[in-house]
């Protein structure tokens, strides 16, 4: 079954350490993107990418970085988490073509102490 | 000015009632317009999607768009319990970004 997968769901983790949330999905999509959402707030896009090796970052300025090494991959990293970065993080993905959709995987709720 | 406007809600209805839900934008470049479904502690789900002005219907939902007014809806019939989600509208020109709406909380109460 064609879907897209995060890991973790939940993390809670400590001022200073390196975090990497995983995002994969199966459905063959080139392009592939990273929002941050808070709640009662819109979707705010950090990152995305059009394909392998291509990463370009969104509106909101976020001090995660990206790679696209494998069409199938898109993972988020913090080099130094901060209490700041306590979010919800979203990955979609969407298929060539400028009126394609976006779906959604589950999302990572971090929480930086 | 935000791009998208949405009201936050919450909003809470009676099971069976009609519900509307609605979104205003700035932009008249956005050409798709687009209704996802978020349950607590999950990500989006699409739900509509339509491309410029009209009505799209599907079951018990209709998505409508009237770009003259800038101005897309989102009506639910025969409410249900299980409708009882956070909605957002997001919409995209012909570029590759969404622009979402903050979000409408609705409870169905049975």
């Known amino acids: 079954e064609a879907d897209i997968y995060q890991t973790p769901r939940y993390l809670v983790i400590g001022t200073g350490k390196k975090i990497t949330l995983e995002c994969s999905q199966t459905?063959?999509?080139?392009?592939m993107y990273w929002y941050q959402q808070d709640p009662g707030m819109e979707l705010h896009l950090i990152h995305y990418s059009y394909g392998v090796n291509s990463t370009e970052k969104g509106d909101l300025s976020s001090e995660s970085t990206v790679s696209r090494i494998r069409t199938e991959h898109f993972p988020l990293t913090l080099e130094s988490a901060r209490p700041s970065h306590t979010s919800q993080y979203l990955c979609?993905?969407?298929?060539?073509?400028?009126?394609?959709?976006?779906?959604f995987g589950p999302g990572t709720r971090l929480l930086v102490l | 000015q935000k791009e998208v406007e949405q009201d936050p809600g919450p909003l809470s209805v009676p099971e069976g009632a009609i519900v509307s839900l609605n979104c205003t934008y700035s932009n008249s470049a956005f050409q798709y317009f687009m209704w996802y479904r978020q349950y607590s502690r999950k990500g989006p789900e699409l739900l509509m999607y339509?491309?410029?002005?009209g009505n799209k219907e599907d079951g018990r939902f209709t998505a409508q768009v009237d770009k003259s007014s800038k101005y897309i809806s989102l009506f639910i019939r025969d409410s249900q319990p299980s409708d009882s989600a956070t909605y957002l509208c997001?919409?995209?020109?012909?570029?590759?970004?969404?622009?979402f709406g903050t979000g409408t909380r609705l409870t169905v109460i049975p």
């Open positions: 979609a993905s969407s298929a060539a073509g400028s009126g394609e959709t976006q779906y």
């Open positions: 997001a919409l995209k020109t012909g570029a590759n970004n969404l622009f």
């Open positions: 459905m063959g999509h080139d392009k």
């Open positions: 339509t491309y410029s002005s």
